[in-house]
């Protein structure tokens, strides 16, 4: 297991004793469960590189590449942008490089190009509808296991895994963590441009985890031939001032530092580049016999573009940032969204509807005519006297311009768009009681599974980035000293070697999971009703079993169940209290025998049936002695 790593410890190379390749999966393997060496860490500083080197200039040359690559897909993220994203046009036509516009500016030049706002609003609901599947904030939309592939979890286990679940949901959700905020940002940024990513980075104090999400113009990515995101390069700007806030002043290029210490140019822009990638090469140290890692798996350098300088190194135990996607084919880096998918109709219906709105204006706005050249043209305004437009004969001299303009069949079809495009951001999934408001119990599931059915497929390549950021969580809290000794979650002595991943318990997986929850109830259900003729029906059912295959397609905590050995134990008392119950009576049966008995014998021997039968038997044993002598 590696040494704890986070945003700001440096690369050791001069502490290192030796330099091996890397030969086992990352330090940041999820529920690697051991004990870090802290007695290396007064050696790990942190690299103070402010001069030009070789490693700074490839990280700009893989930049400009990454660049290159990403070029082809801006053209329609900004055509999505323009209709769908009302502030994000200024980023991608590099209008802030001249500064940002304010919102009346951003919104005026957005009002003369767009002219049906239907995307838009289907994006954010489609967004809204993501999180009430996937992670809503009402329910604990995960849960740990820790079986391996040949064991079952054991019921400590699962209430440890339970109880690390609980802890988790309550760092996100806690007030100063921008959870929220961060992960609706980047379903909506799904919903549009299809990459989004969430930084999940080391937090202080009262608040272990911070969130954000960067934006899609920042990121550039490069995957491994597994299709996982293994580099990240992130391009912002920030003030020379805050520069020296988030890499400290005493890092900065002399030229930076220049702009910092004058107050007139402090907010001079310069432009960064984080890089994360991972390491060549990592230094192990031997311990009790083992090797263990001595540096990250992932490096992060940030570089000062102008400069060509690395002012900053540090590392990760596990990756930082969580892509997530609505699909990617294979060999495309960033994928596609439903947005783009949609963008033909999308057009299709503002010009339609631009046309439509034109041929309106014919109609209550029409152009005039005059007779003769006037030496003015005044506004018609209704209620208005105006002299001399009216000739001898009673004729006006301005009349208006009829075309015969119908913008009916014009708005008709932009409906029919519109439609179309609610349902290719499947809208109309989420408006089941809209449409039909006396639906049945039985069509409301028949729709709830539907939902299931269409949103599944992008639901779990979702869910695959949230479970990287689980890696990414369960990583620094590690570093926290979470599974050390005198932690409430120490992990069972049966974990040791076993790993931890995410169970999905949202809406969405339970939708996945009720058919098979529901099929089993009616079979038991079907087996009682049957039972009331053939009570060995019932044999065929496996109660147990029945329970957990119901358990599991809900969302039921493990704590209101009890163990295994409470549950055995329960079972043989009432196993032993019906035996007992049963000698009972049966001792109760044979006493009343005998009680029956007694005045059956007296009432015989006072009848003199009892001599009777003495004096036959004698008789009877003699004709049987003389039957076998012959």
């Not at 802290?38 to 990280?59: G, K, N, V, Y």
């Not at 990454?66 to 994000?88: G, K």
């Not at 549950?567 to 005998?594: F, H, L, S, T």
Request: with cysteine.
């Amino acid at each position: 297991m590696s040494p704890k790593a986070t945003e700001g410890v440096a690369d050791p190379r001069e502490t290192t004793p030796s330099v091996l390749p890397d030969i086992s999966p990352s330090s940041g393997e999820i529920g690697s469960f051991g004990v870090p060496p802290f007695f290396l860490f007064p050696f790990i500083h942190e690299a103070r590189l402010t001069m030009s080197d070789s490693r700074a200039r490839d990280i700009l040359s893989r930049q400009a590449e990454l660049e290159s690559e990403r070029s082809q897909y801006e053209h329609v993220w900004e055509a999505v942008s323009e209709f769908c994203d009302p502030d994000a046009p200024d980023m991608w036509s590099g209008r802030r490089k001249a500064g940002l516009d304010s919102q009346a500016e951003r919104q005026e030049r957005r009002g003369a190009r767009v002219y049906a706002n239907t995307i838009n609003s289907a994006a954010n609901r489609l967004a809204a509808g993501l999180e009430s599947l996937i992670i809503p904030q009402s329910e604990k939309w995960h849960g740990l296991s820790t079986a391996a592939m040949n064991d079952e979890e054991t019921d400590e286990e699962k209430e440890w895994a339970e109880a690390l679940r609980d802890f988790l949901f309550a760092l996100r959700y806690s007030a100063n963590s921008n959870f929220v905020p961060a992960t609706q940002a980047c379903l909506r940024n799904v919903v549009r441009y299809g990459p989004a990513y969430l930084y999940a980075e080391e937090g202080f104090g009262g608040t272990l985890i911070r969130y954000a999400s960067i934006p899609v113009v920042e990121g550039y990515l490069s995957r491994n031939r597994w299709g996982q995101v293994d580099i990240f390069h992130r391009r912002y700007e920030r003030t020379a001032r805050q520069a020296a806030q988030l890499l400290g002043y005493d890092r900065l290029p002399a030229r930076i530092k220049m702009l910092v210490d004058d107050p007139a140019k402090c907010e001079t822009k310069i432009s960064l580049i984080q890089c994360i990638q991972p390491r060549d090469e990592r230094k192990m140290y031997s311990l009790s016999g083992s090797y263990q890692y001595l540096d990250t798996a992932f490096a992060s350098y940030h570089v000062i573009e102008d400069e060509e300088a690395i002012v900053r190194e540090s590392g990760f135990r596990s990756f930082p940032v969580s892509c997530f996607n609505w699909r990617r084919y294979e060999g495309d880096p960033y994928g596609i969204s439903p947005t783009i998918e949609a963008l033909t109709t999308v057009r299709e219906e503002n010009a339609v509807r631009r046309s439509g709105l034109r041929a309106l204006q014919q109609i209550t706005d029409p152009a005039t005519a005059s007779k003769a050249r006037l030496d003015y043209v005044p506004v018609l305004n209704p209620g208005e006297n105006y002299p001399g437009l009216i000739d001898d004969a009673g004729r006006p001299l301005i009349a208006p311009i009829a075309t015969g303009q119908n913008p009916t069949y014009a708005f008709n079809y932009a409906d029919s768009r519109a439609e179309e495009i609610r349902d290719m951001m499947f809208v109309n999934l989420f408006q089941t009681l809209v449409q039909n408001p006396q639906m049945t119990a039985t069509e409301a599931l028949i729709r709830q599974e539907e939902k299931g059915a269409l949103l599944g497929p992008s639901g779990s390549i979702i869910q695959a980035g949230f479970a990287a950021n689980l890696d990414r969580e369960l990583g620094i809290l590690e570093d926290k000293g979470l599974y050390e000794e005198d932690s409430r979650f120490l992990p069972p002595a049966s974990l040791a070697g076993k790993a931890l991943r995410p169970t999905f318990t949202g809406p969405l997986d339970v939708l996945r999971r009720s058919a098979e929850a529901r099929d089993t109830i009616q079979v038991v259900t079907t087996a009682m009703q049957m039972a009331q003729f053939d009570p060995g029906v019932m044999d065929n059912i496996d109660g147990d079993e029945a329970l957990k295959i119901v358990q599991g397609a809900g969302r039921s905590p493990q704590r209101i169940f009890r163990r295994q050995d409470e549950v055995a134990g329960i079972r043989d008392a009432r196993a032993k209290a019906q035996a007992e119950q049963a000698g009972m009576a049966a001792m109760a049966a044979a006493g009343k025998v005998a009680r029956d008995a007694v005045p059956a014998a007296v009432q015989a021997r006072d009848s003199g049936l009892l001599d009777g039968l003495g004096g036959l038997m004698p008789q009877a044993a003699q004709d049987a002695s003389g039957g076998q002598g012959a």
